[in-house]
């Protein structure tokens, strides 16, 4: 079982910049403290011959830090925006890192993009969709050395439970992308 084990400041992350945002608003003089972090990639995999999607289930400490019982997450095959080159390409390179499956790029299409956590860090997210199935498996995914990541096959004919089933622990974009999937690729 996983547990927090302390809680201390950081005198130089490497991923996130606690910063105060000095702005002005209807010519009132207002502070915001947020937290500077990178953009980032998520995709919706659907698997054609299992007829599932394809999540990745790993531990959050910061959703442990908030349950204190369990912080393991259902999200989408997701990474962060660290390097110069396209966010397709980001999303390909996670989708063989955590997931296993070597898709061409082409085959990788945007659904759409959008901020998350606005109150905090104000990030862009970039939601990608691609269908995948056995021919294209490269290796069994995990994700890098230092991470902890399960592949889950939800089967689409569950996943509208899934979605609003509380006893699984999913991001937003999970609950997205499986609606924008029965809006336009079920029809």
Known sequence: MSK???IEQLSNPRFIKPVKINYTQNK???????VISHDSVAILLWHR???AFVLVKQLRATVLNKNKVDGMMYELCAGIVDKDTTNAQIAKEEILEECGYDVAIENIEKISSFYTSVGISGTHQTLYYA???ESIKIHEGGGLEEEEIEVIFIPTDE???FMF???YKKTTGVMLSIYWFFENKTK
Not at 28 to 34: G, N, P, Q, S, Y
């Open 165 to 167: 089933d509380e006893s």
């Open 131 to 133: 269908e995948i199935d």
């Open 49 to 51: 011959d299992k007829d």
């Open 159 to 161: 996943s509208k439970t």
């Open 28 to 34: 009132k003089k207002k502070v915001w403290e947020a």
């Open 4 to 6: 927090i084990d302390s």
